[in-house]
Structure formats: C-alpha cells, structure tokens
Nanobody
Framework: QVQLVESGGGLVQAGDSLKLSCAASGRTFNTYAMGWFRQAPGKEREFVCAIIKSGSSSYCSDSAKGRFTISRDNAKNMMYLQMDNLKPEDTAVYHC????????????????WGQGTQVTVSS
C-alpha cells in the first residue's frame, strides 16, 4: 500500500484560497487513482475530488466543482488540491486517499488514506 502525508491546511478567511498537498511514498504512485475527502466535526465523511492515474481526467463533488481543482505530478509522487473562494462550510479535516480503483475513492472506501490536514475558514 502507498503511504500518504497531507500538508498545507490552515486558518483562512472566507473568499481566500489554499492549496493542499499530498506526498505519497513508493514507486507505484502512477498505478493509483487519487483523491480527497473531508470530514467536519459531527458530520459524515464527504467526497471532494478524485483524479485518474494519468491525471488527464478528474471529478469533483457539486460543492467543490468550480472552486476546487485537483491535480497530480506523477514524477514527484505528489497530488494537490487548489481551493479557491473558500467558504465557512468548507471547514473540515481534509484527507488524501489512494486506490487502484477510482470508484473506491468516490464512495470513500479507499485502500489508503492519510491522517489529514485541518482547514478552517472563518466568516
């Protein structure tokens, strides 16, 4: 399994931008679909975005569409989530996820996930 470490979270104001990073271990990064899910206190985990192995196609939830952009750099074993026009309801712990099947990330049942990075958006 791949090991994942997130970074880039923080406290920002509504309307600000933030870029999360996910560093993956191992030499098989490009065999994994990757994605992000988030969990706010007292709420269920929520799918955010996912990207296919090559990085040529991605999919985001309705709440993320138009504001968040997922990308990956297979040469660096890195994945990113650019978040623009942040809203207080985006406040959550954001987890990086990996699975060889994209669907498993979308339904939030990935083979691997990281510890998460906190994003807090104040109004």
């Amino acid at each position: 399994q791949v090991q994942l470490v997130e970074s880039g979270g923080g406290l920002v104001q509504a309307g600000d931008s933030l870029k999360l990073s996910c560093a993956a271990s191992g030499r098989t990064f490009n065999t994994y679909a990757m994605g992000w899910f988030r969990q706010a206190p007292g709420k269920e985990r929520e799918f955010v975005c996912a990207i296919i192995k090559s990085g040529s196609s991605s999919y985001c939830s309705d709440s993320a569409k138009g504001r968040f952009t997922i990308s990956r750099d297979n040469a660096k074993n890195m994945m990113y989530l650019q978040m623009d026009n942040l809203k207080p309801e985006d406040t959550a712990v954001y987890h990086c996820a990996a699975d060889q099947v994209l669907h498993n990330i979308v339904v939030i049942n990935p083979a691997s996930w990281g510890q998460g990075t906190q994003v807090t958006v104040s109004s």
